[in-house]
Nanobody
Framework: QVQLVESGGGLVQAGGSLRLSCAAS????????MGWFRQAPGKEREFVAA????????YYADSVKGRFTISRDGAENTVYLQMNSLKPEDTAVYYC??????????????WGQGTQVTVSS
């Protein structure tokens, strides 16, 4: 099993930045893809970004391209999401996910508990 714990969420004004972290523990050697998803109130969960084990393959949702950056520290089994130029529509609970294969938008085997990001206008 793999456990994922997110941190770094909070309240920020529009145009600001936040950095989310997700630390993996357990059978981390089995993880290939790590990704971020988000779910806004009343909406379905949506894909945000994903990165492969080596970091060579990275994918972003169109809505965050150019503003968000996903990165992965293999030694620390941690994935980050640097979010710049935040907009009120980025407000959501952000979830970290991990999978044993190359998943991109899913399905993923493991999920974190989520961290709230709120962007005020």
């Amino acid at each position: 099993q793999v456990q994922l714990v997110e941190s770094g969420g909070g309240l920020v004004q529009a145009g600001g930045s936040l950095r989310l972290s997700c630390a993996a523990s357990g059978r981390t050697f089995s993880i290939y893809t790590m990704g971020w998803f988000r779910q806004a109130p009343g909406k379905e969960r949506e894909f945000v970004a994903a990165v492969s084990k080596s970091g060579a393959r990275i994918y972003y949702a169109d809505s965050v391209k150019g503003r968000f950056t996903i990165s992965r520290d293999g030694a620390e089994n941690t994935v980050y999401l640097q979010m710049n130029s935040l907009k009120p529509e980025d407000t959501a609970v952000y979830y970290c996910a991990a999978d044993k294969s190359f998943a991109v938008a899913g399905p993923y085997d493991y999920w974190g508990q989520g961290t709230q990001v709120t962007v005020s206008s």
